[in-house]
């Protein structure tokens, strides 16, 4: 309520002679400043208080009476949750453990759903939604078990305590659960004689009386029951419990009364007689007296008004009882009534009813219009929007009923209207929404969501406003929506096509085929190659994995860069192997047919020869242009297949497609193709077998004319047949051999079935000492695998083992890459190769002990009958298999044993080699695969050690060779380039012939390539005449030409003095040498002003060509009587000018005065007067020096 002041005559009057008199005092004031100075607060008076404002409780009425209270199913509340009575405060952990738990446990307790966010200030806000029922045991719930529990403790004599626990505990158990708290005694070994109480409120109060009164009936002090009426205890115990405790310290009386919430009229006292018999009269002495002095009266107060009464924790009745002395009874919760006993003395009745109604009316309930479909959005992710009001009201309450268009407010009546007009503002807001759909391809989806969801937080953060929603991926849709005011979602939709349109340009994907073999080099060393690549052509290079069969590289970005990746990558391939590529052309009508259903038809032929790559023009380009890249033999044979396969698509091709299992299909194909290959010879028919892409794995299709293709068909038909007739047989296998077949997993038998149309062979268990195999299958499958395994029987009957001795610092260079080279010979050769274990360093040698009869010890003798040129164990490697195979298999290894040869190298281009920080080295050793040592440089050496496979010596040989005649030509380019030339030039031209800031010797030295030195000033002993030139010896001599033509215009110039009033000097110069720059560069000519202190001070000199001289003289002359002129104008008008303050008086001011200031009064000294500094004239500020071409002007700013 604001406060209104009415202004009559009379006062009118009195303000008027009150600001005369004001006016008149500072008059005085300002004539007698220096002998009476004004006191602070006259000076500087202070501004009036606020008036209190006035309020008048006032019972509601008009619309706020006809408010009816909410009826709906669903309810949503949102209530606070202070940092201090928060039960789990971890932030690390918000949202989840034991509280995110509890929360759960509510939510399925009472059917309501929960949702938590943290406020600024840490506490906890908590939306709740539901019906209504739901919604208050939710609250109830949270309240228990989310809020802090309060605790008290109550001191009893120690030997009290076994009273409280009673009986094996039960007295203690009966009193946690009568009064829902929990009761923590000490131990019998701890001294403290305090008992801790955690519970509600009402509970700590119940208990602690009950254990008082425990302690009371123990003591053996007397205890005395006073009978008091309950309504006349709150008198008794005084506002906030003051005067109980007040008669407790006067008289040392222990007084407990009951607590509200317990329904007991008796007041015991606890003490010494004496002093408990003064307690008890002075309590019955204010009970009579209350007795007979109170009356009552009853008011009507809404019930949902009650809570305001009674304030937090009862703070508002334990306020009104100070205040008043007058006591307020609530009805129960539980009670309908809504009737309100005040109790006091008759006079003090009605401020206590003012302060009632005062208390009811400061909350207030208000409503906002808004459609219930914007209420969610008004609530927020999470309740975000929401917890901003709640956060700087947390007393405001506020309710969203679904179904209707209306948000009720509950609250203080000053919060409830701020939190209105912000919830009005945001509704505005909202109805002013507009929403946008957006079509971005779902494949870009994930790109601009990020791959943990930075970029689209990043979008969200830069359009905050806006609301971006993207399909759920399940669905397929390609419409992204946005919502939010609408010059938002404009500047957001902007933004995001912009971010497409660069994804779209970015995700241009080309596919390079690459033989397998050559993927390695390709990605390079430690990935160098594919790095350097990727960086330089900016672009995203996908290679297959290791394991896989495609020889598919992926390259993605921009269209431009895509095609430069795929040059080099060529590139790499076409450098390493003899590589081809043929043309055919082939009509564009036939391309699809010839490609086949997802490429199988072109894949056949790819596979049969050798892996070959086919590439046929873009669909609708209307080329007929067909590329086969791969080895010259391959690629001739892929042609005329295609060729021919073209060739029968054009005349007459016919098509027939035949079933057969998966496992049959490798059968049928024949080791290395033998078996198809002979029904393609014998039909001319072409056969294509699914391959693991395809999704119908039993498909095969024949190709050609109709009478090949049925003849195909006939024999196709007949070995399938054949393998669909599943027979059981038997053989005789030696058990030596079987744990051959059955070892790491029974890999052997597993590789049989797969090349064998899934045969099944089983062996007899491990200690049987059985010799019988069965084998069941199709018949062919099954006579082919008995075949294969008396084949793997006489390898192993045949098998040998031979050594091969190679030093074991070898050992590891042979095996490569994680074994790579050892496991590739195992499966060329099909032996098995078992390296020694590595020798630990050698013991020092020690002499062998000498007997007293002269023979040397047994260990001696053994020395001596070692033999010295015999091998080392840990050197030798044994190899086993066929004995054929075993030597080609050793040859394989000695291959691998690294060969180390010489190169002569100049030792001057040794670190030249080696490169900075020895890179140039590095990539030598990378590009040719050995390890190149250079001798170190005191050795003065010339000879550079090669050490790798022979196969990569030469290579490496040919490389260094080249690289030392690249480095001995740069060296003979050095010693052309280090010709020297002289220059005699006076030293007065050197300024001249270097330019401002070295803009003419940079040009000379650019232009012509070479290195030019003047020389220093501050060394004596250089002479100060000679130019020093660098470079080609063509060079330096045009250098020289340049210079001495410059020279030849210097010498040409002449000096002319000229005076100027040195009192124009700085404007002809101008700010920062502008002005006088200018003038140079314009006539082409130097000028320069006489230095501070020089004899004449108007002597300006000019110096350049005769006739530039000239003009610049006569320009400087007639800017001189321009500027001339305004200098005397001013001059003249200095003598009408008042003198400086400093020139008026040299006296200080003495300033502003005032008495009784704040600062002049210390621990109570008499006031002082103080005085306030007056500005001091500021001083002349000191002339700065401008310095130009070795002359000097004073300028006087």
């Not at 009737?339 to 009745?349: A, F, W, Y």
């Not at 080791?671 to 077998?689: C, L, Q, S």
């Not at 024999?715 to 051959?740: C, F, G, T, Y």
Request: net charge neutral; proline share 6%.
């Amino acid at each position: 309520m604001s406060s209104v002041a009415v202004l009559t005559q009379e006062s009118f009057a009195e303000h008027r002679s009150g600001l005369a008199q004001q006016q008149v005092k500072v008059t005085a004031l300002n004539s007698e400043e220096e002998n009476d100075p004004p006191t602070y607060k006259e000076a500087f008076p202070p501004l009036p208080e606020k008036a209190p404002c006035l309020e008048t409780a006032q019972e509601p009425s008009g619309p706020w009476s006809k408010i009816r209270p909410i009826k709906a199913s669903v309810i949503t509340q949102v209530f606070h949750v202070p940092l201090e009575e928060r039960k789990y405060k971890d932030m690390n952990q918000f949202g989840e453990g034991e509280q995110a738990k509890i929360c759960l446990d509510i939510m399925q307790k009472t059917g309501a759903h929960l949702e938590l966010s943290l406020a600024k200030d840490q506490g906890l806000s908590i939306m709740v939604s539901g019906k209504l029922e739901a919604v208050m045991k939710a609250r109830k719930e949270i309240v228990a078990r989310l809020q802090t529990q309060a605790s008290a403790t109550v001191a009893i004599p120690k030997e009290h305590h076994r009273f409280v626990i009673g009986k094996n505990g039960e007295k203690l158990q009966d009193l946690e659960l009568k009064t829902a708290t929990k009761i923590q005694i000490p131990r019998p070994d701890d001294p403290s004689n305090q008992i801790k109480i955690t519970g509600t409120k009402e509970g700590i109060e119940k208990a602690r009386h009950e254990i008082l009164l425990i302690s009371a009936e123990q003591d053996k002090r007397a205890v005395e029951r006073l009978d008091v009426e309950k309504v006349y205890h709150p008198f008794i115990a005084g506002p906030y419990n003051k005067l109980v405790s007040e008669l407790m310290q006067e008289t040392g009386t222990r007084i407990n009364i009951p607590p509200p919430s317990v329904n007991k009229t008796e007041i015991v006292f606890t003490g010494e007689k004496e002093q408990l018999a003064q307690a008890v009269a002075r309590v019955k002495k204010i009970y009579e007296e209350k007795k007979k002095k109170t009356t009552t009266i009853a008011v009507e107060v809404k019930k949902s008004q009650h809570k305001y009464v009674i304030g937090p924790k009862g703070n508002s009745l334990q306020e009104i009882l100070e205040k008043t002395g007058v006591s307020v009874e609530i009805p129960p919760t539980d009670s309908s009534s809504e009737t309100v006993i005040l109790r006091g003395e008759p006079e003090k009745l009605g401020q206590a009813l003012t302060e009632v109604y005062a208390k009811a009316n400061s909350f207030t309930v208000s409503s906002v219009s808004a459609p219930s479909w914007l209420h969610r959005f008004i609530i927020g992710k999470k309740g975000q929007n929401l917890a901003k009001i709640t956060q700087q009201m947390p007393k405001v309450h506020i309710e969203f009923t679904e179904g209707e268009d209306k948000i009720t407010l509950e609250g203080p009546t000053e919060d409830v209207n701020v939190a209105q007009e912000q919830i009005e503002v945001m509704v505005k807001d909202l109805e002013n929404e507009r929403t946008k759909d957006l079509i971005i391809e779902q494949k870009f989806h994930r790109t601009i969501i990020g791959q943990k969801g930075e970029r689209i937080r990043e979008i969200r953060e830069k359009f905050p406003e806006v609301i971006i929603n993207f399909p759920d991926p399940a669905h397929k849709s390609d419409i992204v929506q946005l919502r939010g005011p609408k010059n938002e979602v404009e500047k957001c939709t902007k933004y995001m096509q912009k971010m497409v349109a660069d994804l779209v340009e970015n995700s241009f994907s080309i596919s390079v085929p690459i033989f397998k073999q050559f993927h390695k080099n390709i990605i390079g060393k430690g990935g160098a190659n594919i790095k350097k690549i990727r960086e330089e052509s900016n672009t995203k290079i996908d290679l297959p994995a290791e394991n896989s069969n495609s020889e598919t590289i992926v390259i993605t970005g921009k269209r431009a860069n895509c095609e430069a990746a795929r040059h080099r990558i060529l590139a790499i391939q076409k450098e390493l192997a003899n590589i081809t590529e043929v043309e055919v052309s082939i009509p564009s009508k036939l391309h699809n047919s010839l490609i086949g259903t997802k490429g199988r038809f072109i894949r056949s032929i790819m596979e049969e020869c050798g892996g070959v790559h086919i590439h046929f023009p873009t669909e609708g380009s209307g080329s007929d242009t067909v590329t086969i890249r791969g080895p010259a033999q391959d690629v001739e044979k892929a042609k005329k297949q295609l060729l021919h396969l073209a060739e029968e698509k054009q005349t007459k091709s016919y098509t027939v497609d035949l079933r057969a299992k998966p496992e049959y299909h490798k059968f049928l194909i024949g080791k290395g193709g033998g078996n198809i290959r002979k029904v393609r010879d014998n039909t001319g028919a072409r056969i294509i077998f699914p391959t693991s892409e395809d999704k119908d794995q039993e498909l095969i299709t024949i190709m050609g004319t109709e009478e090949a293709v049925k003849e195909a068909q006939k024999e196709l038909e007949a070995l399938i047949k054949n393998l669909d007739n599943v027979v059981e047989d038997s053989m005789v296998v030696d058990p030596k051999h079987h744990r051959h077949f059955v070892i790491r997993r029974g890999q052997v038998l597993r590789e049989i079935a797969d090349e064998y149309g899934g045969v099944m062979v089983s062996f007899p268990r491990s200690g049987t000492q059985s010799d019988k195999v069965t084998l069941k299958g199709a018949k062919d499958c099954v006579e082919a695998a008995k075949k294969r395994i008396q084949e793997i029987i006489e390898d192993l009957e045949a098998q040998v083992t031979i050594e091969c001795t190679i030093p074991q610092k070898f050992h590891r260079s042979i095996m490569g890459p994680k074994g790579s080279r050892i496991q590739q010979i195992t499966r060329d050769y099909g032996v098995q190769i078992k390296f020694p274990d590595r020798e630990e360093t050698p013991a020092p040698v020690v002499e062998p002990a000498v007997q007293e009869n002269g023979e040397e010890s047994g260990e001696g003798k053994e020395g001596k009958d070692t033999d010295p040129s015999s091998p080392k164990k840990c050197d030798i490697i044994i190899i086993s298999g066929r004995r054929e195979k075993c030597e080609a298999a050793k040859e394989a290894l000695q291959a691998l044993v690294p060969v180390t040869i010489e190169v002569e190298v100049p030792f001057d281009l040794h670190r030249y080699i080696i490169g900075q920080k020895g890179s140039g080295i590095r990539k030598m050793m990378d590009e040719f695969e050995v390890n190149i040592q250079v001798p170190a440089p005191e050795l003065q050496s010339d000879i550079i050690t090669i050490t790798g496979l022979a196969t990569n010596l030469d290579r490496a040989k040919v490389g260094l060779l080249e690289r030392v005649k690249e480095l001995q030509a740069e060296q003979e380019d050095r010693a052309l380039r280090s010709f020297k030339l002289t220059v005699t030039v006076d030293p007065k031209y050197h300024p001249k012939i270097i330019g401002r800031k070295g803009a003419v010797i940079t040009q000379i030295r650019t232009e012509h390539e070479v290195n030019i030195q003047f020389p220093d000033k501050d060394d004596e002993s250089q002479a100060q005449d000679q130019i020093t030139i660098t470079g080609y010896e063509k060079n330096a001599e045009a250098a020289r030409d340049a210079i001495m033509k410059i020279v030849g215009e210097l010498e040409q110039m002449v000096s002319e003095d000229v005076t100027l009033d040195h009192r124009v000097h700085a404007r002809i110069i101008g700010a920062r040498g502008k002005a006088i720059r200018k003038i140079m560069d314009e006539f082409k000519v130097d000028i320069r002003f006489p230095q501070s202190g020089a004899p004449d001070p108007n002597c300006v000199t000019v110096t350049g060509l005769p006739e530039n001289v000239e003009e610049a003289i006569d320009h400087i002359l007639n800017l001189e009587e321009e500027y001339l002129a305004d200098v005397v104008d001013n001059e003249a008008m200095q003598v009408y000018m008042k003198p400086s303050s400093h020139e008026e008086s040299k006296a200080p001011s003495k300033g502003f005065v005032v008495r009784d200031a704040p600062w002049a009064t210390v621990n109570n000294e008499k006031p002082q007067e103080c005085r306030v500094p007056a500005m001091q004239s500021q001083p002349a500020t000191k002339p700065r020096c401008w310095k130009w071409m070795g002359g000097v002007s004073w300028l006087p700013w």
